[in-house]
Nanobody, 122 residues
């Protein structure tokens, strides 16, 4: 069972990145997919999640990040706009068998992908 996160990189403040989470073995009508991030020396933070019943955004990213999914492609995207230095972290996607998503606690999520590094710097 695998989740594959990709799309990270180096971007200037104010820039954008689009992360992808390939969830080829997950039925996205049944599973919630969450995006989490962890910066050095900080705890893992739930950023956003999506399920068949909707989406959730942490206050820190609301209005700047947009999560979307394609059930047929079994892919979830996280469009990140207006990035700032506080967004620098390793980003992970994770899956949970739940029709309505949430990101806390992260331990609810049973399946995790490898991380992708996002660095916001001039």
């Amino acid at each position: 069972v695998q989740l594959q996160a990709s799309g990270g990189g180096l971007v200037q403040p104010g820039g954008s990145l689009r992360l992808s989470c390939a969830a080829s073995e997950f039925n996205l009508d049944l599973y919630s997919i969450g995006w989490f991030r962890q910066a050095p020396g900080k705890e893992r933070e739930g950023v956003s999640c999506v399920s068949r019943n909707g989406a959730y955004y942490a206050d820190s990213v609301k209005g700047r990040f947009t999560i979307s999914k394609d059930n047929a492609e079994r892919t979830v995207w996280l469009q990140m706009d207006k990035l700032n230095a506080d967004d620098t972290a390793v980003y992970y996607c994770a899956a949970e068998l739940r029709p309505t998503c949430r990101v806390n606690p992260a331990s609810l999520y049973d399946y995790w992908g490898q991380g992708t590094q996002v660095t916001v710097s001039s």
